[in-house]
């Protein structure tokens, strides 16, 4: 019996309620976000009037835990299928990465100063951590927050790779903020709310090989005064903090990419369906259609793994070697599947401006960001 890969099959995790809200939240994307997507790849940024309309939707404001986080993984996997790796990472950094620790660590002053106005896409969020020479490894963190007299900071230092950089409106910041015995590290680091208006905030657009749309720019912190009430989190224990909320931010990129394997797929199974090779489809040929079955074989095995990851966290127990496996078998699974819908395509899939080009160029990026790859078999492993 031929499954219908259009609906998601059964699955233990998604209930009928959850098949219902799928294609609601599938609709929306295609009414707010796919008539737009190549523009703002173009532009590289979604505009201004895209992250209202997000906002108006509903689809910033899904839950970050709980049972209805169900609908969240729902959206995640739905923004990955519609194959712009740009705008996926673009909103789920805003709305799901950086807020995430006013979420789980800010306080009620700060959840109320910036998240209502961040779900409506009135306020765009970017997370600002990593740096030239702290990027898997954070411990030669350089960014500083020099505590001064009479409360508050003076945060000075470079981010790079900040998704959302030229737009955002405040940024989730990792800095240190007190002396360590080695002269740096996260030992003595904390999470500050920066808003770009301050001044001494700037931000230079990083042209980068994919996610065009993501808004990547270099942010630079110069002298800016933060006030004390920014801190997010305890003061000197950003290392607590991250360990928390980067298993939540692997489990995002986790699904984001499950989705786009799933549009990979789709394209791939088009094209060798109506290219011809010798007056027949090139999906005639065995080697072809094996090497499609075996990636499909492997997407039905991360999609419900990534199910059962956001189901875990649904009840308050996602772990570190689960969040860690999702995101290393979800992304490098979609660097596979975009190298062979390129290959399959020959040049036409190389060329600048073809579909499938976009889809290696997007892909490249995930075994990289929220984790690279090698981290990620490191955690795997000590956490067997």
Request: glycine share 10%.
């Amino acid at each position: 019996m031929k499954t219908d890969r259009t609906e998601p099959g059964p699955d233990a995790y998604l209930s009928a309620d959850h098949a219902g809200f799928r294609k609601h939240v599938r609709d929306l994307l295609h009414g707010v976000v796919s008539p737009h997507a190549d523009e703002w790849e173009s532009a590289h940024r979604i505009a201004r009037d895209g992250w209202l309309a997000l906002g108006e939707s509903g689809l910033l404001s899904l839950e970050h835990d709980g049972a209805d986080f169900l609908r969240s993984a729902i959206f995640l996997e739905e923004l990955g299928r519609l194959g712009y790796g740009g705008i996926r990472a673009s909103v789920a950094v805003h709305a799901y990465m950086a807020v995430s620790y006013l979420h789980l660590f800010g306080t009620q002053e700060q959840q109320e100063r910036y998240l209502p106005a961040a779900r409506q896409g009135q306020l765009i969020a970017a997370l600002a951590l990593t740096e030239d020479t702290a990027g898997s490894d954070l411990r030669r963190l350089s960014t500083r927050a020099t505590p001064v007299d009479g409360g508050g900071y003076r945060l000075t230092g470079e981010k790079l790779y900040v998704a959302n950089g030229s737009q955002a409106d405040f940024l989730i910041t990792l800095a240190t903020t007190r002396e360590t015995q080695d002269n740096g590290g996260l030992a003595g680091a904390s999470l500050l709310a920066v808003d770009v208006n301050a001044s001494g905030v700037s931000s230079t657009p990083e042209p980068m090989l994919g996610w065009h749309s993501a808004d990547i720019c270099r942010v630079r912190f110069t002298d800016v005064a933060v006030p004390a009430d920014r801190l997010v989190g305890r003061r000197d224990k950003a290392l607590l903090h991250l360990v928390r909320a980067l298993d939540f931010e692997r489990l995002v990129a986790g699904l984001l990419a499950v989705g786009g394997v799933r549009h990979c797929l789709g394209l791939l199974k088009d094209f060798v369906r109506e290219h011809q090779v010798k007056g027949a489809p090139l999906g005639t040929h065995q080697a072809v259609r094996h090497r499609i079955a075996d990636l499909e074989s492997s997407y039905d095995l991360v999609r419900h793994y990534g199910y059962r990851a956001a189901w875990l966290h649904s009840q308050g127990r996602l772990d570190t070697h689960t969040a860690s496996v999702l995101k290393l078998q979800a992304t490098e699974l979609a660097v596979t599947a975009a190298q062979t819908c390129l290959q399959f395509h020959g040049a036409r899939g190389y060329a600048a401006d073809a579909a499938a080009a976009r889809l290696y160029r997007d892909a490249m990026a995930g075994p990289i960001a929220a984790g690279a790859s090698e981290l990620l078999r490191d955690l795997v492993y000590e956490t067997a």
